[in-house]
């Protein structure tokens, strides 16, 4: 039984998501519509003046119930991205972009991700055109776009869709010139379509999607048997004790309950002492 082909999905995008994400559907027979009259700024924008409707996932949940609901569909696709610290690099900043499908008339959600230190977020005070153009230029501009606004934290007098340096410098001297304002807050912005690396970004989320709706259970036939649980414990060659190298993987099933473990692709019988936390502590 093929769940998804000849269907159709409500994508909830307003910032060209479709791009990336309809091409990879349309390979497994998804086909993709955009609800009119959706405005996915008002689940939360990462220039902050609207907050995010709760957690990630608790977000890319209300994208995609909203979808269904403008399109009367039932089927729903829907994307957050986050950026913050790494969990395994914390000094280093890393994008995890979360893409979510629910499916009303089977009763599931399968959802597909992707971490990437592969980001140009970056954001500062500059009091000069040239200061401004400098900033801009590390964040990628023009090819990436920036924000700028009057302060870090300033819910007014937010300028998004600069996309020539003609456009940038009008907008700083613009801010510059109002009474009192000494200095602007240029940051990129982070939003799909002015952000070339976050979308390959959404793109390697979409294709870990794909994989997991085409990942049926052995048990039921169900697509989204996925990977629940990491087992770790590879032998450390020198004293022979479990290491955290992960060995096993888990799979199981969110309609049947049926689990599997499987080992981790060419993972070796031993690994180095440096590995062990009673070796090299």
């Not at 980001?119 to 990628?140: D, F, Q």
Request: glycine share 6%; aromatic share 6%; hydrophobic share 35%.
């Amino acid at each position: 039984m093929n769940y998804f082909k000849g269907r159709t999905a409500a994508l909830a995008t307003m910032h060209g998501k479709e791009k990336v994400i309809e091409p990879l559907l349309k390979e497994i027979g998804v086909n993709i519509i955009i609800p009119k009259g959706l405005n996915t700024d008002a689940f939360g924008t990462f220039t902050r003046d609207i907050d995010r409707a709760g957690n990630q996932l608790k977000a890319v949940r209300t994208k995609a119930h909203a979808a269904l609901a403008l399109s009367g569909l039932d089927l729903a696709i829907a994307s957050e991205g986050s950026f913050g610290a790494d969990p395994q690099i914390p000094f280093i900043q890393s994008n995890f972009e979360l893409i979510l499908l629910i499916d009303t008339k089977n009763n599931l959600e399968i959802r597909g991700h992707y971490r990437s230190t592969e980001t140009n977020m970056n954001g500062s005070y500059v009091s000069t055109i040239e200061e401004a153009r400098n900033l801009a230029e590390k964040c990628g501009f023009p090819n990436h776009g920036v924000i700028v606004r009057k302060s870090e934290k300033s819910k007014r007098h937010i300028y998004k869709d600069i996309v020539t340096h003609a456009d940038l410098e009008q907008r700083v001297m613009k801010l510059l010139k109002r009474l009192f304002t000494r200095k602007v807050y240029i940051e990129t912005d982070m939003r799909a379509h002015r952000n070339p690396t976050r979308m390959q970004n959404i793109t390697k989320a979409t294709e870990d999607l794909v994989k997991n709706m085409e990942s049926l259970c052995p048990q039921c036939g169900t697509p989204g048997f996925v990977i629940v649980n990491v087992k770790r414990g590879v032998l450390c060659g020198c004293c022979g004790r479990p290491t955290d190298r992960p060995n096993i993987l888990v799979y199981k099933c969110s309609k049947c309950d049926y689990s599997q473990e499987s080992p981790v692709v060419d993972t070796p019988a031993s690994v180095d002492a440096g590995e062990c936390e009673y070796c090299n502590p």
